[in-house]
Nanobody, 121 residues
Framework: QVQLVESGGGSVQPGGSLVLSCTGS????????MGWYRQAPGKQRELVAT???????NYGDSVKGRFTISRDKGKHTVQLQMTDLKPEDTAVYYC???????????????WGQGTQVTVSS
């Protein structure tokens, strides 16, 4: 059984940066693909970024060019580097993992508990 632990959330002013981390443990097969989603109050959960063990990545349109997902080789740890943060980036950010990138993109993997990111002046 996979467990995901997120860290790195917090508050930042517009234009600032934050780094989120997620460490996975358990069956490596189910950690092939990892990613981040976010959910703002009153809104649906939104895909932020995905990365696989092989290095394939994809990003949600709203974060392209501002966020970067990376993964430690040989480890089940992913980081989300967030720059030029905007108030609309305020949300709870959830780490997720699955055995395929399709499952992560479709939002049917295992979930972490979430970490709050608040962007406000």
């Amino acid at each position: 059984q996979v467990q995901l632990v997120e860290s790195g959330g917090g508050s930042v002013q517009p234009g600032g940066s934050l780094v989120l981390s997620c460490t996975g443990s358990g069956n490596g097969h189910d950690l092939f693909a990892m990613g981040w989603y976010r959910q703002a109050p009153g809104k649906q959960r939104e895909l932020v970024a995905t990365i696989t063990v092989t290095g394939w990545t994809n990003y949600g349109d709203s974060v392209k060019g501002r966020f970067t997902i990376s993964r430690d080789k040989g480890k089940h740890t992913v980081q989300l580097q967030m720059t030029d943060l905007k108030p609309e980036d305020t949300a709870v950010y959830y780490c997720t993992s699955a055995s395929t990138r399709t499952e992560v993109v479709n939002g049917v993997g295992t979930w972490g508990q979430g970490t709050q990111v608040t962007v406000s002046s």
